[in-house]
Structure formats: C-alpha cells, structure tokens
Nanobody, 125 residues
Framework: QVQLVESGGGLVQAGGSLRLSCAASGRTLSALTMGWFCQAPGKEREFVAFISFNGGNTDYADSVKGRFTISRDNAKNTVYLQMNSLKPEDTAVYYC??????????????????WGQGTQVTVSS
C-alpha cells in the first residue's frame, strides 16, 4: 500500500518555474519506481518524466527535455519535478505515480499502481 500526496502547483507566467513535490508513505521510496504524468482537459494522461528506484535512470517526454528535471530524495520519501522555462502548453493537472516493482514501460500509465491526487499547473502567456 502506497499513498502519494502532491504539492507545488500554481499559476505562473510563461518562462517561469515551479517545483512539484510528491511525498510517499506506506512504503520506502527506494523500493518504488516513480513517474510524473500530466492531463489537460479533454486529453489523455501523458507521460512527463520517470526516475528509477535508485535514481540512476531518468527519462523525459520530448516536449519537456531540457526544461524539466525529475529527482528523488529517498531519505525524505519525496520525488520532485523541477519545471523551468514553462510554456502555456504545459498547463495541465500533474500526477505523481509509483510502482512497487521496476518497470521498463515507464511511459505507460498502466505500469504504475499508485497515483497522487494531482496538482494544477497553469502557465499564462
């Protein structure tokens, strides 16, 4: 059993930055593959970023490469998404996700067993 609680969303101007946080409980973070997904109104949930349980491997959607950085602090049971150079098209609800086993299909939402409540990110033009 894993519970995820997200925070850090908000309203920013284009070019600004946000840092999203996802605090996990119920299982040590080091045992979890972690990912971030986003969902805009009327659209499917889309992959944003992934980090392996050791933090040694990361990957990003092409649309955010060079702008977003995923990281984890296992001592704090928290994963982060640093979002820089934000664009209006980044506007969406961002979800933290976790899976208790390593996954090689980390871009698929079906690979994750646990999800946070989501946090709204709005970027004005």
């Amino acid at each position: 059993q894993v519970q995820l609680v997200e925070s850090g969303g908000g309203l920013v101007q284009a070019g600004g930055s946000l840092r999203l946080s996802c605090a996990a409980s119920g299982r040590t973070l080091s045992a979890l593959t972690m990912g971030w997904f986003c969902q805009a109104p009327g659209k499917e949930r889309e992959f944003v970023a992934f980090i392996s349980f050791n933090g040694g491997n990361t990957d990003y959607a092409d649309s955010v490469k060079g702008r977003f950085t995923i990281s984890r602090d296992n001592a704090k049971n928290t994963v982060y998404l640093q979002m820089n150079s934000l664009k209006p098209e980044d506007t969406a609800v961002y979800y933290c996700a976790a899976d208790p086993a390593p996954t090689y299909s980390y871009t698929r939402d079906r690979s994750y067993d646990y999800w946070g409540q989501g946090t709204q990110v709005t970027v004005s033009s």
